[in-house]
């Protein structure tokens, strides 16, 4: 890497499908591709209040009864 602005640069994750189905390989991402966002949740309801009663919450592939 003699080149400084090599360091400037990123590349994006490897993806699967094409067109509108295609998407980002999970097999491919780290946490250096900035993947993890444990508050996410947290923040969804904070700033969607009305959306607390639409039912189960899915979550990695899981469906989950939301809490009470």
């Not at 990123?10 to 444990?38: H, N, Q, V």
Request: hydrophobic letters at 25%; proline letters at 13%; a negative charge.
């Amino acid at each position: 890497m003699s080149d400084p602005l090599d360091k400037a640069t990123s590349k994006a994750p490897a993806t699967l499908g094409e067109g509108c189905l295609s998407r980002y390989d999970p097999e491919d991402m780290s946490p250096e591709d900035g993947t993890e966002f444990p508050g996410a949740r947290e923040l969804w309801e904070t700033l969607h209040p009305e959306d607390e009663d639409l039912g189960p919450v899915e979550t990695s592939g899981q469906t989950t009864p939301k809490p009470a």
